[in-house]
């Protein structure tokens, strides 16, 4: 087992509401007793929160009952033993029941989820962490016989307003959801008995601190489902912050002042632009060094020239967001493994466009060169590379705008930036947080491909601008 590190107690949670306050929750509780603690918030779904707790990412999360048995230790017989052969105990049950259910709009007749099998033409969006639980649609669908409904995924938050709205017909809810009775959507009845209980509790690894787990212990049944409804609607309906909605509760339980300071929109966005500069720059910086040596290998060595410049584009087939995740088991949660995916993501435009550089060049240059007596160093740092150098800077331009993009989904593995506000917003369903993350981005991802065009003026040779002006 892996021995805690020193530091903060860290707090975890997932990318909902309830997660988010829960975790909050604890975190102040540890601290109003004494115990340092830290909250890296809204780690994406159930996979990425285990694997930072098995990795020594996060010391404590919050789970429910139903999702340790269906998804983390499935099958386990005794689920604690099964938890303690991954290091993990349960050190509070918190005292209320969050369970799975499918929620419709208040005027269709379905009653049930068996109603749904006879029905046609439902408009069904789902969570996309539902639709791929063995808890969620999969095993519904067969326990229901509703395999003829055509379903899509979409952000939890987002289908409340669907539904609101009239676009949407059916979706994946949790029971303690404020949204719920704020726009009357009816809740069927689980006829079938499908759903297991989901109790919530707090997952620790087994080498917390005695002090952190008595501290922790305290939440054990203090939470009822009103309490947790009451919550949730503080941070979706009134937008209040989890910090505040948590440190009301905090006060109320245990009969203390707490401060929760709350940043600025000016220190919002100096902490989410530093770290993303931090991941971005870095991991473009390192495509770059990477990059264009491979790019002048393919380009030099044609058996294996094509099988370069291949694997580059296979890495960039792979969807953004699995490739953040494939990074948890090798590198944890948080920078480092958001920045190897961002460089992996940035490969390809900089070794195609510097392999078409350098192979494109007129052949009585090389002739000309080996002619002159130039070695093949002499020759790639004098000639080809100034002269691919246009096309190189073009790869570099467009790997820019494709990682400042991309690193806005850092934010679901911790690494924060511009995507934490953007993720908040959606879930929130808040357009002014949406927009903090998405316009900054936005004009990063301008301000880069125009000091990168102003680089060009310095890096391409003067003549090659002149004629390739010409040429336009």
């Known amino acids: 087992m892996l021995l805690a590190a020193p530091g903060p107690i860290r707090v975890g949670s997932k990318a909902f509401t309830e997660s988010v306050i ?59 033993s099964a938890l303690a052969k991954h290091g993990v105990v349960v050190i509070a049950d918190l005292g209320f029941d969050d369970s799975y259910g499918l929620g419709v709009r208040a005027d269709l007749p379905m009653r049930t989820i068996s109603d749904l099998r006879d029905a ?33 995924g979409l952000q939890h938050a987002l289908a409340y307003t669907a539904l609101e709205q009239g676009t949407l017909d059916v979706t994946d809810v949790y029971t303690t959801d404020a949204e719920i009775a704020r726009i ?21 690894r087994g080498d917390l601190s005695a002090e952190a787990r008595d501290v922790l212990a305290k939440l054990g049944g203090r939470i009822d489902v009103e309490s947790m409804r009451r919550l949730n609607a503080r941070a979706a309906i009134d937008h209040v912050s989890e910090d505040r909605a948590a440190s009301e509760l905090v006060q109320s339980m245990f009969s203390v002042m707490t401060q929760q300071a709350q940043p600025t929109l000016w220190s ?69 493994p958001a920045v190897v995916a961002l460089f ?20 009585p240059l090389h002739e000309s060169a080996v002619a002159l007596g130039l070695g093949p160093l002499v020759r790639t ?77 310095w890096l391409v040779p003067r003549g090659l601008r002149l004629a390739a002006e010409a040429r336009e």
Do not use: C
């Open 22 to 80: 829960i975790g909050e929750l604890a975190r102040q509780t540890l601290e109003v007793h004494g115990v340092a603690a830290s909250h890296q918030r809204e780690l994406g779904g159930t996979a990425i929160a285990w694997r930072a707790l098995l990795g020594g990412e996060i010391d404590v999360y919050p789970e429910y009952s139903g999702t340790i048995t269906q998804e983390l230790v499935p099958g386990a017989a005794d689920v604690e």
């Open 120 to 152: 046609s033409g439902l408009r069904v969006g789902l969570s996309n962490e539902f639709l791929d639980r063995q808890d969620g649609w999969r095993g519904l669908a067969r326990a229901y016989d509703l395999g003829r409904l055509q379903v899509r």
């Open 184 to 204: 009357g959507v009816r809740v069927l009845e689980d006829d079938k008995h499908y759903f297991p209980r989901y109790r919530a509790l707090l997952l620790a």
């Open 268 to 336: 919002r966005f100096v902490s989410n632009l530093k770290a993303h500069l931090g991941l971005t720059a870095v991991s473009l910086l390192a495509a770059i060094l990477v990059g264009v040596p491979l790019g002048v290998l393919a380009a030099k060595a044609r058996r294996i020239g094509g099988s370069i410049v291949g694997l580059t584009g296979v890495l960039q087939t792979v969807p953004s967001l699995a490739l953040l995740v494939f990074m948890i088991p090798l590198f944890g949660i948080g920078y480092l």
């Open 344 to 363: 992996v993501y940035s490969l390809l435009p900089i070794v195609q466009n510097t392999y078409v550089g350098v192979h494109d060049l007129p052949l």
């Open 381 to 457: 740092l004098r000639i080809e590379l100034p002269l691919a150098m246009p096309s190189i800077v073009a790869g570099v331009r467009t790997s820019a705008v494709i990682n400042v993009g991309t690193a806005t989904l850092g934010a679901l593995i911790g690494a924060g930036g511009f995507g934490q506000p953007i993720l908040t917003g959606i879930r929130l369903s808040n357009v002014a947080l949406v927009l903090e993350g998405a316009v900054p981005a936005a004009l990063l991802a301008m301000t880069a491909q125009g000091l990168l065009t102003l680089a060009e003026r």
